[in-house]
């Protein structure tokens, strides 16, 4: 009988293998694919690209040939190691053998191997899993990881669980028109717009609670901001004091995200020339004042009192960078008629929401605020709304039985990350973005 | 101007808090859910639920009234901490002041602070939002949570990028009938049924990538183990020598989240008795030499040689347990024609693929094997199949333009949880499943 043992046995190298051990003029094996091949005369620079980064193979072509050689093949070299201050990570193997282990079927039709492509968007989605072959391109999205790996992180530490739920529902959790459709076995189910019925049922389980995974919203227009499909990182939590509670941890959150970055991203980070923002502390300035202090300043006419419009976010944003330096902004208790049903009213005001939400650089990224956990209060405003609790008896089944004052968060990762890379679009961030027009890849 | 600082603040301990701290004989505030109530003459017990776990408060009933707390209500409680082994976590609280932050509507409808809530499985899933309150139910998810997070640590360890990929596609990945179809803007849409094309795109990426997401089949028939929605451990890998590098890495995931539970999740072990599954090293066997093993040892004819039914793979696993002493065993060389167009086939008998199954107590929870990295070769095998490449243009494109020999493997999280948690049907280990008839909660 044979048996699998757990160890993965590989007769190549990784960057970091060699840079850890003591390889210096020793022979040694590495595989990758050819991101770059520079022809000098009788020398050629082979560059594979490997995970960790970019291996520069020297090649004397008196002795082989790479009239086979392509890019994007994929290649095991063997080789000496040889430090030098000239190659991607200090050293580059002198090539004694090469072996193509994968032959592409076509030139290729990217200059993935440049520093900056150059291509237009359009090109760049068509081509999508080519295009993200390019160092730069790849790199956005290690970014992006690396702000997934801190969110779940920093949570797990301030005591939250982690849930899956499902994203085929019966009903939408925010009614209105942008909800996919689909038939799920002879019923009518839709997309989930957003986890939050289930948080809010998971609070009365957990307490605290988060969630990555995607959100569907099948919104009809095409902007730089919106996609139809995206990350959602959600966390709902109960026995708070107020929406503060939300917004605190919403902070620690991302100054914690800057730290680990940092630590484990710097690579990616230079790479991109990624300026983070310094975050001490955010200041938060109420939805009616953040208006009239932008109409003020810029001398802006309010057209809109119950909502904000994208340039107004934007002048919010530099207001509070020219006036306190902050990158963030928490704009705080908006307009009722502007939130779903249950967020929670201000009883000093109930026009407004105990709610928010937080801009970074002009841009809303986060929409938190307290939800009302009582359930005659509840009733009350979906009765107000002309609503009907058809088809949530499940969800406001969680407030008969009992609820915590809670609250929680979403925020949209692509637009956490296009902001963070100081991309334009959001399309930029996304792997494979999904809008009007684009279904595929 | 206010600020956020990102500091949560709170008057009211955690259990850990109170275990850490030198709080014996002090005053402390403690918040929770109602769990039981026991009246005992005088003394009343309420036993509050937090997020750690249990914490039982006494109250004189000759100092402060009961009367109007029940089940679930959420409380704050005051009073002096007194250690005793009769109380959970080794200490109690002697209460002082009770306040009902929040009052449930009605009388609970499940005993979810009973040990073991003896309720049908059709009951707990209709009332899946308050049964899973119950201690011994919530810590199913918790160790689910375990499992999830060390994939996610263990990938990371091993060199693998986390990818994100959209949940709507233009086409399916493995075709077939089971595809929940869905109108994308007037286009014809439907929903993963694995992230299989994406990941192979990203593995010219990336080299090693993973996710962590929902997957969807529409699957008719409704048995212990299936479900139409359920969560997806995918990883794919590329410069690799054979598929047993795949079944490696499964295995060294596997011996480390035995580990990672151990060390981070043994209270939730205890509470639910789980026996932990020992791997040293996991036996491999051919698909056609399981099936004779198990005909010679139990006497059972061979209906299917194409296919392993159910009961065909629970004697495989009774096999190896009582032959090897191992919960696991992989099934290689599965039949080409029983495995999707893009399966590599075995160069010494292209009637069997490079492929596995892992199965696990008798039930297959993983699918996995190498792939066909070569254009030529794909597009025959699309073609010797019938199938047309139309719509798939954005996957063969990878191949154009080079890729590694590759493979991977899906992994299906709820399967895992239920045979690690020794439950009989998968619904027990999904928050809130879907399947032929329940689209709620």
Redesign the interface.
């Known amino acids: 009988?044979?048996?699998?043992?757990?160890?993965?046995?590989?007769?190549?190298l990784?960057i970091s293998d060699i840079q850890a051990g003591d390889y210096e003029g020793k022979d040694v094996c590495v595989?990758?694919?050819?991101h770059v091949i520079r022809n000098m005369g009788d020398i050629a620079f082979i560059i594979l690209r490997?995970?960790?980064g970019q291996l520069q193979c020297v090649v004397d072509k008196k002795d082989l040939s790479i009239k086979e050689i392509h890019?994007?093949?994929?290649l095991k070299v063997e080789g000496t190691v040889s430090k030098t201050d000239k190659a991607p990570n200090g050293f580059e193997i002198l090539t004694k053998k090469i072996e193509i282990?994968?032959?592409?079927?076509?030139p290729?039709?990217l200059p993935v191997g440049k520093w900056k492509m150059k291509t237009s968007l359009e090109t760049k989605m068509s081509?999508?899993?080519?295009a993200?072959?390019n160092i730069r391109e790849?790199s956005k999205?290690?970014i992006?990881?690396g702000i997934?790996?801190s969110f779940r992180d920093y949570l797990?530490s301030?005591?939250f669980?982690?849930?899956?739920?499902?994203?085929?529902?019966?009903k939408g959790a925010e009614g209105g028109s942008n909800l996919?459709?689909?038939?799920?076995?002879n019923?009518k189910?839709v997309?989930a717009q957003s986890p939050q019925f289930?948080k809010q049922?998971?609070v009365?389980?957990?307490?605290?609670v988060f969630e990555t995974?995607?959100v569907?919203r099948?919104e009809?227009h095409s902007t730089k901001r919106h996609l139809?499909?995206y990350?959602g990182l959600d966390f709902e939590m109960g026995?708070i004091?107020s929406f503060?509670?939300i917004?605190?941890?919403e902070?620690?959150f991302?100054?914690y995200m800057v730290e680990f970055l940092k630590k484990d991203y710097q690579k990616e980070l230079n790479i991109l020339n990624v300026e983070l923002p310094v975050?001490d502390?955010?200041?938060?300035?109420r939805f009616d004042e953040a208006k009239k202090l932008v109409s003020e300043k810029y001398n802006r006419k309010i057209k809109n009192p119950f909502d904000l419009e994208p340039e107004e976010e934007e002048l919010i944003g530099k207001y509070f960078k020219e006036e306190?330096g902050s990158d963030f902004v928490?704009v705080t208790h908006y307009p009722s008629k502007k939130r779903p049903f249950y967020a929670m009213d201000d009883p000093e005001d109930e026009t407004v929401t105990l709610s928010f939400d937080l801009l970074f650089r002009g841009i809303e990224i986060t929409t938190g605020g307290q939800r009302i956990?009582?359930?005659?209060m509840l009733m009350k405003k979906i009765e107000a709304r002309g609503m009907t609790s058809e088809?949530m008896e499940?969800?406001l089944?969680?407030?008969?039985?009992?609820?915590?004052?809670h609250g929680g968060l979403g925020l949209g990762?692509e637009r956490l990350t296009m902001k963070l890379l100081g991309e334009e679009n959001v399309r930029e961030t996304s792997?494979?973005p999904?809008d009007?027009?684009r279904?595929?890849?």
Chains 1, 2 share one sequence.
């Open positions: 009988m044979e048996f699998v043992e757990g160890v993965l046995k590989r007769d190549d990784e595989k990758g694919n050819v490997k995970r960790q890019e994007e093949a994929c282990i994968s032959k592409p079927k076509e290729m039709v081509l999508r899993p080519i993200l072959r790849r999205f290690k992006q990881e997934l790996r797990y301030e005591g669980t982690e849930i899956t739920t499902p994203k085929i529902n019966a996919f459709r689909l038939e799920y076995f019923k189910a997309l289930y049922m998971m009365g389980v957990y307490e605290r995974g995607p569907f099948a009809k139809n499909e990350m026995f004091d503060e509670d917004m605190n941890v902070t620690g991302l100054k975050i502390k955010i200041p938060q300035v306190y928490f956990h009582d359930y005659d088809g499940h969800y089944m969680i407030f008969k039985y009992g609820m915590p004052p990762l792997m494979f999904r009007l027009s279904l595929e890849p």
